[in-house]
């Protein structure tokens, strides 16, 4: 087929493989035939294409979305193919589910809109950071970043959506966010970048967050019903402190099922063996916990649910230098952004933990010196981390375990803060048995070395980045589209 012999072309691992006549086992023959190094090879050139591609649908989308609206009634241009609303007909031409197509139509439209608005915009060409000079539209930022193939359309639109629109006035505080967030998306998933670019949002905006968290929480339902079986099923509509809190309580139960961290102590290991070895599944396993919840109510036996660590939500809130409260705090773990009055209410109820970090979040006053890090220290490195450091991993901080980056055995391997960071047990484990290891020359980053010679920088969550002021743009990745 001339058609995957054209397609072959712009993969320059496959250029040459592939003739002119192959069909789509030829490709599948050819692929197989490649070393480990190849086939990543493909699938990352592969990815490039069709982001180029995709980019072609977006747009097509919009135009499609533009001329298919309400007010072209019978005579738009999905209606008079058959179909009610654009999202339907791109759906039918792509192939694809009903949430990518409404996608794509709200990707292309947005593309549109930006680029209708964008005429008198100033040329970004060469510009590093917002300043006062220079008015820079965030819109813009985003749309570039598509064309250019820096972010998938998934990227854009989770950055777009979470970010939403500025407050008056904050419209560089915006840009210099979309710029942090397009750096970030090559190594995280597209569902932590939404997540990042909500919490970032309430932490540029405490005013917005605080009216967000209350219309959320006036949204909080709780209702049952029976199914035409005569199941009784049930619907929960959670507000952010409510749907945090449950999840420390789950997680915390369930981390052995769903590799959470090692344990050391004999009683919560044998624990976490039988656990493991259950017969329940993960989600009858949630059940029973929730009953034994509400059966058990305040006379719950926290050991016998949770073992050596009692579920709780664990609230990050900055402190400055002159003892003001920032308005806006984090989750421990999903570094769900919660107004500050969440936070004082805690307060009252658990107290807190003073922990003084620099302006990177690196902690600069916690204790030292013990083979394991101690509890106290793990909040550290969780305040400063934020969950797992390796590249595109979203496992939250309850989930991993501390690593010290000098072996214990030779004499500079202190158990330091500075010298630990947090990985997942997946990771952790990988990076001991399969020849990764970790450095970091004082407080710089922590550097990842591959087994092969290659390096990348682990980087801390962008939410912490920004609760601690550590907010410098990246370089520009690229330039305005013509």
Not at 18 to 35: C, G, K, Q, R
Request: hydrophobic residues 40%; glycine residues 10%.
């Amino acid at each position: 087929m001339k058609t995957l012999d054209a397609i072959a072309a712009l993969i320059p691992t496959l250029a040459g493989r592939i003739s002119a006549d192959a069909t789509a086992s030829d490709v599948h023959a050819a692929i197989e035939n490649l070393d480990d190094a190849g086939a990543v090879a493909v699938l990352r050139e592969a990815g490039e294409v069709g982001r180029l591609v995709e980019q072609v649908q977006v747009i097509c989308a919009g135009v499609i979305a533009r001329r298919s609206t309400r007010d072209a009634g019978h005579t738009g241009l999905a209606q008079a193919r058959g179909h009610r609303s654009a999202a339907s007909l791109v759906q039918e031409l792509g192939g694809m589910t009903k949430g990518e197509a409404a996608r794509q139509v709200r990707v292309g439209e947005a593309l549109l809109d930006d680029a209708a608005g964008s005429d008198a915009a100033a040329d970004l060409s060469g510009v590093d950071a917002p300043d006062a000079t220079t008015a820079i539209d965030w819109r813009q930022i985003l749309r570039d970043g598509l064309r250019s193939g820096v972010v998938t359309s998934a990227q854009f639109d989770a950055i777009r959506r979470g970010l939403g629109d500025p407050p008056e006035g904050a419209g560089d505080a915006w840009a210099e966010a979309a710029m942090q967030l397009i750096d970030e998306a090559g190594r995280r998933t597209v569902e932590e970048l939404a997540a990042s670019a909500r919490t970032i949002r309430d932490l540029l905006d405490p005013d917005g967050a605080e009216a967000r968290f209350l219309a959320r929480y006036e949204k909080r339902a709780f209702r049952t019903w029976f199914d035409p079986d005569g199941v009784r099923r049930a619907s929960i509509a959670f507000d952010d402190e409510g749907g945090a809190y449950l999840d420390t309580i789950f997680n915390a139960a369930l981390r052995p099922r769903r590799g959470g961290p090692r344990f050391v102590d004999p009683t919560e290991k044998a624990s976490a063996a039988d656990l493991a070895a259950d017969p329940r599944t993960n989600d009858q396993l949630s059940y029973d916990l929730l009953l034994d919840l509400i059966r058990a109510g305040a006379l719950a036996d926290p050991a016998a649910m949770f073992g050596t660590r009692q579920a709780g939500l664990r609230l990050v809130q900055q402190i400055t230098g002159d003892g003001a409260p920032a308005r806006v705090a984090v989750t421990e773990d999903g570094l769900t952004a919660l107004p500050a009055t969440v936070a004082e209410r805690h307060l009252c109820d658990t107290g807190t933990l003073p922990i003084t970090v620099d302006t990177s979040g690196n902690p600069l006053d916690v204790g030292r010196e013990s083979r394991l890090f101690t509890p106290t220290q793990r909040i550290a490195l969780a305040t400063r981390d934020g969950g797992c450091r390796w590249t595109g991993c979203d496992r939250p901080a309850s989930y991993c375990e501390a690593h010290h980056i000098d072996e214990w055995a030779r004499d500079d391997g202190h158990t330091n803060i500075d010298r630990g960071i947090l990985l997942c047990r997946f990771h952790h484990m990988q990076l001991h048995h399969r020849q990764w290891h970790i450095t970091r020359h004082r407080k710089d980053d922590f550097v990842l070395h591959h087994p092969g010679g290659e390096q990348n920088v682990l980087h801390p969550r962008l939410p912490l980045r920004y609760a601690w002021g550590d907010i410098d743009p990246p370089p520009r990745r690229f330039h305005p589209a013509a």
